[in-house]
């Protein structure tokens, strides 16, 4: 379910300028580094989610983040992000289902990012079971004191994200985006939520 890149790590030792597809573009992923320079400590454990490329953990790597790590379901994204990262070595990327990932694979992070995956989990066959999975893994992996998951989507919008999420996590920051109108409805090229964490209410409680 998690949309790998197009490129190989194969391709890239042919051509080291050939590092794949940016999912939403630079400047949304530009975005994402933005958020997370200004609101994150440099020291603290961010995943991304369906990483393919790695690309969006090399501009954190050059902004001076330390404790970044990448999953991605296909192995041929995760060839190819340790390939094009080879010389930021302390970012680690793991071939693993996010749908799928039971125990010790459930790692908790302070920051979950994605910026695709739900959208692509949303277009599958089984996307009514999936899209719940993918909520539930993602608060798992969460650090439920002062964690965030920053979420990007050209699929869905800021409320129905907000609806979908609300029974695990509150909206903490909207990031703004470009807005455009059409047969006077107004919209964004991509919504941009960050969210937090809440703690699960134990049945009885």
């Known amino acids: 379910a998690v949309v790998s890149t197009q490129s190989t790590g194969e391709n890239f030792k042919d051509n080291d300028q050939d ?4 999912w939403f573009g630079e400047r949304t992923e530009q975005k994402l580094v933005n958020w997370l320079v ?3 400590e440099k ?7 369906g990483t393919g490329n790695g690309h969006l953990l090399t501009l954190l790597a050059e902004e001076g983040f330390i404790n970044l790590t990448g999953i991605d379901y296909a192995a041929s994204s995760v060839s190819l992000a340790r390939a094009v990262n080879s010389e930021f070595p302390h970012i680690q990327f793991l071939c693993q289902n996010v749908l799928e990932a039971t125990g010790e694979a459930v790692q908790r992070h302070h920051v979950c990012v994605d910026k695709g ?17 993918y909520k539930n893994q993602i608060h798992s992996r969460v650090n439920p004191e002062g964690g ?12 129905e994200l907000t609806n979908f999420y609300s029974d695990l996590f ?5 990031l703004p985006c470009k807005q455009f109108t059409f047969g006077g409805v107004t919209g964004r090229d991509v ?7 809440t703690v699960r209410q134990l049945a009885g409680s």
């Open 38 to 40: 200004e609101n994150v």
């Open 43 to 49: 020291d603290k454990p961010i995943v991304d989610i």
């Open 117 to 133: 995956t739900y959208d692509a989990i949303s277009l599958s066959s089984s996307s009514a079971t999936d899209r719940i999975a």
């Open 19 to 22: 590092v794949g597809e940016i």
């Open 170 to 174: 509150t909206v903490h920051q909207v």
């Open 148 to 159: 965030y998951f920053l979420l990007a989507s050209v699929n869905w919008t800021v409320e």
């Open 191 to 197: 919504s941009i939520v960050a969210f937090k964490p």
